[in-house]
Nanobody, 114 residues
Framework: VQLQASGGGLVQAGGSLRLSCRTS????????MTWYRQTPGNERDLIASAPGGGNANYVDSVKGRFTVSRDYARNTVYLQMDNLKPEDTAVYYC?????????WGQGTQVTVSS
């Protein structure tokens, strides 16, 4: 199983970024895909989850600003982040629980300047 994340960067407050996470080794049609973020000294927090073929769920802090989508032809999940705020600054991880263990992509840094 491999998860390859990309798309982080530096953006001004109010701007947008799109993160991508390409998967291999999982049945992407049924695997639930998740997005987490982590700031220094803190736990990795779940911010969005997208079950295969189902509707995504979001934590309140990103609801209405972040959108998860899935490209089943490319086995890729996306996190569209709009109206970014400085408090969104974090390392972002995609993940999935598959074959009895948690898998992670490499983190991608998102920095939002005020």
């Amino acid at each position: 199983v491999q998860l390859q994340a990309s798309g982080g960067g530096l953006v001004q407050a109010g701007g947008s970024l799109r993160l991508s996470c390409r998967t291999s080794g999982v049945n992407f049609r049924i695997a639930e895909m998740t997005w987490y973020r982590q700031t220094p000294g803190n736990e990795r927090d779940l911010i969005a989850s997208a079950p295969g073929g189902g509707n995504a769920n979001y934590v309140d802090s990103v609801k209405g600003r972040f959108t998860v989508s899935r490209d089943y032809a490319r086995n890729t999940v996306y996190l569209q982040m709009d109206n970014l705020k400085p408090e969104d600054t974090a390392v972002y991880y995609c993940g999935t629980f598959w074959r009895s263990r948690q898998w992670w992509g490499q983190g991608t840094q998102v920095t939002v300047s005020s």
